[in-house]
């Protein structure tokens, strides 16, 4: 019998070196741990607790009776790329036409189809630090450098510009950040964005990814975009989708905005890959559009108020350091006092990861490491989870975190 190792050699070198996704990874530990019926209360996951609205359900039902059964293009429906145009001018003030815009199977496949036609062997890649857990791995698998740029806890882990222009060299060909952030919520203001576009004004080999699918979770009641910059717009990479504004995860659906050349060569790279996007689910993305804000915004009331009941609890909890997230519905809590603390096992705390697992089996709550997103000293929790769950769960913590000696 060979061992595991010599078993999974035929493997290629790329799948070997591929992290997986912690945020997946946590929650199928949570579902397990549930299956065998303790009561696990999953913070773990970045998905709305919300469901679709009704009328972006009952517009798929429809795009079912009429026969949208068929292949799409590669891009995506011509009236959703016209409506996400139109949104993209009515909420961010930029102008694209639809051959700007590829439609692609969630904002993760944008992403990776940007780094892909963009990174060669070599190239740095700047990540703003803590970042989304599948930034980095997808710069990986494009042979590219990640390069993080960390913010830290006091500013509510926003970059300086200073920290942006000390990290790039002659090899950076990318910037990559998001805004909301996940995972720590921050958001990035209209000046502060000017002060990074000037910078990489600077370096034309630059390119930017914009990820902004949080747009409509923002805390602050003003978004501002990259793009909207114009002496480098036609470097920047927008993307967007539906899963969190919309509460439409399943649904698969994401965009990105960028200049021709670049969203011809996502449609090349996509063509070979998935071809274009679920029929249905791009119906159902274009009511989406075409309804308005509204239930996002009743989404946004529900988060905002979540983050405040659980920040009062967290500050409740000795040795966990806090601040204020502006978006998303993620808090991203300092709990570094905690290493180096034993548990009544017997077992010392070394990191995030140890103490994640230690949560999750003694508290029966779901978080995930912050290592997972380049800052060990903290842990993600998000707060898309019913008030009552979150107030237990929160119970759950200082309980179970007075144990530790």
Same mark, same amino acid.
């Given at each position: ?23 997946i ?22 998905? *709305? ?5 009704d ?42 036409? *639809?051959?700007?815009i ?8 944008s ?5 892909m ?9 700047i ?6 857990v ?11 450098? *990640? ?28 910037v990559m950040?998001?805004?909301p ?93 998935t ?6 689910a ?17 989404m ?16 409740d ?7 204020? *997230? ?13 290493f ?22 003694d ?15 903290c ?27």
């Amino acid at each position: 019998m060979q061992s595991t190792e010599q078993e999974t050699s035929f493997l290629s070198d790329r799948i070997l070196a591929l992290a997986e996704s912690q945020t997946i990874a946590m929650a199928k530990k949570a579902r397990e741990l549930a299956a065998q019926g303790h009561d696990v209360i999953n913070l773990s996951f970045g998905e *709305p607790d919300f469901q679709t609205p009704d009328y972006i359900k009952e517009a798929a039902k429809k795009a079912l009776d009429d026969g949208f059964t068929f292949y799409t293009p590669v891009p995506g429906y011509l009236d959703l790329r016209q409506e996400i145009v139109a949104k993209l001018k009515r909420d961010n003030d930029l102008d694209y036409k *639809p051959e700007n815009i590829v439609v692609s199977t969630g904002a993760k496949q944008s992403i990776a189809n940007a780094v892909m036609c963009l990174v060669n062997p070599g190239d740095e890649v700047i990540i703003f630090s803590p970042y989304w857990v599948s930034y980095e791995e997808v710069v990986k698998l494009a042979e590219g450098i *990640p390069v993080q740029v960390k913010g830290n806890i006091e500013n509510n882990f926003v970059i300086t510009p200073q920290q942006l222009e000390d990290a790039i060299t002659s090899n950076t060909k990318l910037v990559m950040y998001s805004s909301p952030c996940n995972p720590t919520g921050s958001v990035f203001s209209k000046d502060e964005l000017l002060a990074f576009a000037r910078i990489l004004e600077k370096h034309p080999q630059v390119y930017i990814i914009a990820d902004e699918i949080y747009e409509y979770i923002n805390f602050t009641g003003e978004h501002a975009s990259m793009a909207q910059f114009d002496f480098i717009k036609d470097r920047v990479i927008t993307v967007n989708g539906f899963s969190k504004g919309y509460a439409m995860t399943g649904w698969r659906v994401g965009y990105i905005a960028a200049c021709k050349e670049i969203a011809d060569a996502c449609d090349k790279m996509q063509s070979q890959i998935t071809s274009g996007t679920c029929s249905i689910a791009q119906k159902a993305a274009l009511a989406a559009l075409k309804g308005g804000k509204s239930a996002a915004e009743e989404m946004t009331a529900a988060y905002l108020r979540r983050r405040d009941m659980v920040l009062g609890l967290m500050k409740d909890i000795p040795g966990i350091k806090t601040y204020v *997230p502006q978006g998303a519905f993620y808090i991203f809590p300092d709990i570094s006092a905690y290493f180096g603390k034993t548990t009544t096992e017997g077992k010392v705390i070394h990191n995030s990861f140890d103490l994640s697992m230690y949560l999750l089996n003694d508290a029966y709550v779901a978080a995930v490491s912050g290592d997972a997103f380049g800052a060990d000293e903290c842990m993600r929790f998000s707060f898309a989870a019913s008030d009552a769950k979150l107030e237990e769960a929160m119970g759950r913590l200082k309980v179970s975190l007075a144990k530790l000696k």
